[in-house]
């Protein structure tokens, strides 16, 4: 499918790198400017992989705020044009992980193979246990012993950074209170806004599968508690079994190189393996191919022990 035929069949559906035949990676809402938080994984997992977008946030009509629900049902419409059968590898950024939980449920509910549900730093909905200021106080002191100058103006970026969002988000309120018309660079800030909204009023029903949450593990902001028990807040939305990955990074940076190589490998060999035990199944024929993995490849307890699951509901 050419990349116009792309979006006159599916709305919604955007193309970030439209190469290869393994089995698709959904990216799911949340997408930045250009697609620009999944650019670099592209580019790490190369032109065999291919990845497309969910998105239509950007092409409601002003004062339209569909739900969590409205989104996941407009994108599974699409996403079955698109690629009628399974397997669906979603992969969602913060807040758009409980659109793609939704999505997951729906297709599951519609008989359809759900290969996995990635979460990139993406909180579940249980409230969070936030971690005292004495205990942040105490991490800050670390890293600046570790950090030294660097450290300091890391954190000053930081600061100006949020402080001018800050700005930008009372900016936008105001312009949306008095209806004045919004500037171009103020879209994607309203949509981060948008979504937490959206993520606020939704009331997730159980997803009964398993889920696999991509974990920052730098400026960590929840007890370890929220971490363990709660499965960073999905463990009473999701009846399987949530698996928790530790990768480098913050929430802003994991999905930013050198970071995103730990997530970009991670995804090859969840799509290896999958491959490994169904075979390369044509999304749209049908057919399968059953390629053997090279010993490099192949499963590893190592890897296996990297990852957290946690006891399934």
């Not at 799911?28 to 938080?37: I, M, P």
């Not at 890293?143 to 660097?150: P, Q």
């Amino acid at each position: 499918m050419r990349r116009g035929d792309v979006r006159s069949v599916a709305p919604s559906v955007i193309p970030i790198q439209t190469t290869g035949t393994r089995p698709a990676i959904f990216g799911v809402h949340v997408l930045g400017a250009g697609c620009s938080y999944y650019r670099p994984l592209a580019q790490r997992l190369g032109p065999a992989q291919p990845i497309y977008g969910l998105s239509a946030q950007f092409a409601m009509p002003p004062g339209r705020k569909p739900s969590v629900e409205e989104y996941a049902r407009l994108y599974v419409e699409d996403l079955r044009r698109f690629q009628p059968r399974g397997p669906y590898f979603l992969l969602a950024v913060s807040l758009g992980g409980l659109t793609a939980l939704e999505m997951a449920r729906l297709l599951v509910d519609a008989g359809e193979e759900v290969a996995m549900v990635g979460m990139l730093d993406a909180i579940g909905p249980m409230p969070i246990e936030w971690v005292s200021p004495v205990e942040r106080a105490r991490r800050h002191v670390e890293k600046l012993a570790l950090g030294g100058t660097g450290y300091v103006r890391e954190k000053i970026v930081a600061r100006v950074e949020r402080e001018r969002d800050a700005m930008r988000s009372r900016m936008l309120r105001w312009r949306r209170a008095v209806g004045a018309p919004l500037q171009d660079e103020d879209a994607h800030l309203q949509a981060a806004l948008e979504n937490i909204e959206l993520a606020l009023e939704f009331k997730p029903k159980p997803y009964e599968g398993d889920v696999v949450v991509f974990r920052a593990t730098e400026d960590v902001y929840y007890t370890p508690r929220f971490h363990h028990e709660a499965r960073l807040g999905w463990r009473e939305a999701v009846f399987g079994a949530v698996q928790i990955v530790d990768v480098p990074g913050d929430h802003l940076t994991l999905l930013q190189e050198p970071h995103v190589i730990a997530v970009a490998d991670e995804m090859r060999w969840r799509i290896d393996t999958w491959i490994a035990q169904h075979g390369d199944r044509d999304r749209r024929s049908g057919v399968i191919a059953r390629p053997l993995l090279d010993s490099g490849q192949a499963l590893s307890e190592e890897r296996l022990s990297r990852v957290s699951s946690g006891p399934p509901r």
